[in-house]
T-cell receptor, first 115, second 116 residues
Framework: DADVTQTPRNRITKTGKRIMLECSQT?????MYWYRQDPGLGLRLIYY???????NKGEISDGYSVSRQAQAKFSLSLESAIPNQTALYFC??????????????FGPGTRLTVL | AQKITQTQPGMFVQEKEAVTLDCTYD???????LFWYKQPSSGEMIFLIY??????QNATEGRYSLNFQKARKSANLVISASQLGDSAMYFC?????????????FGKGTKLSVKP
């Protein structure tokens, strides 16, 4: 079984709809992240969480919110989806205390299309 | 500002030859980490190799090596003996501030195509 799972894997929705993307991990890591990937732009950080009570905005948090329901679960919500939020979304995890060698483990990605 | 720059949007290499993918970074932190990830057409992100800012030797992992030139702030990925399965997007990333922020800063990627 995969260590980091994301649901759904693909989603097509309409402008104005509320969407939730979910991420679960079995790696026992305390840190979790949401990234967005657009063609030609690489991955950009949306939100990150160091533990259940710690949520931080990333580079592009506007239009998104997150919830860390448990150490293993981190969900991303689009309150009112718009077409320029069409992208590939990745959840990632890492272990604190590893210093700069904080390798991140990525989920398989969720391809979101907003019409 | 902390930044990763990958200047090669796309590259071609002949099968069995070596190829170098360029990466330069910008940070004022003394402690940082540098990573390379591979993203095949299926979309997943695969960790390839890591180099710490205090590491004295260049990192190697099988056919992958990282040419770390600290003074020039470059961390180029070298793939030896290219294989068709190496065709993918390659991302350079940095972990600033000794990893305390947790997140990675990514470059825009290089698309590598291996020709038979």
């Amino acid at each position: 079984d995969a260590d980091v799972t994301q649901t759904p894997r693909n989603r097509i929705t309409k402008t104005g709809k509320r969407i939730m993307l979910e991420c679960s991990q079995t790696k026992g890591h305390d840190r979790m992240y949401w990234y967005r990937q657009d063609p030609g732009l690489g991955l950009r950080l949306i939100y990150y969480s160091f533990d259940v009570k710690d949520i931080n905005k990333g580079e592009i948090s506007d239009g998104y919110s997150v919830s860390r329901q448990a150490q293993a679960k981190f969900s991303l919500s689009l309150e009112s989806a718009i077409p320029n939020q069409t992208a590939l979304y990745f959840c990632a995890t890492s272990d604190s205390g590893t210093g700069p060698h904080n390798e991140q483990f990525f989920g398989p990605g969720t391809r979101l299309t907003v019409l | 500002a902390q930044k990763i720059t990958q200047t090669q949007p796309g590259m071609f290499v002949q099968e069995k030859e070596a190829v170098t993918l360029d990466c330069t970074y910008d940070t004022s932190d003394p402690s940082y980490g540098l990573f390379w990830y591979k993203q095949p057409s299926s979309g997943e992100m695969i960790f390839l190799i890591y180099q710490g800012s205090y590491d004295q030797q260049n990192a190697t992992e099988g056919r992958y090596s990282l040419n770390f030139q600290k003074a020039r702030k470059s961390a180029n990925l070298v793939i030896s003996a290219s294989q068709l399965g190496d065709s993918a997007m390659y991302f350079c990333a940095m972990s600033p501030k000794g990893g305390s922020q947790g997140n990675l800063i990514f470059g825009k990627g290089t698309k590598l195509s291996v020709k038979p």
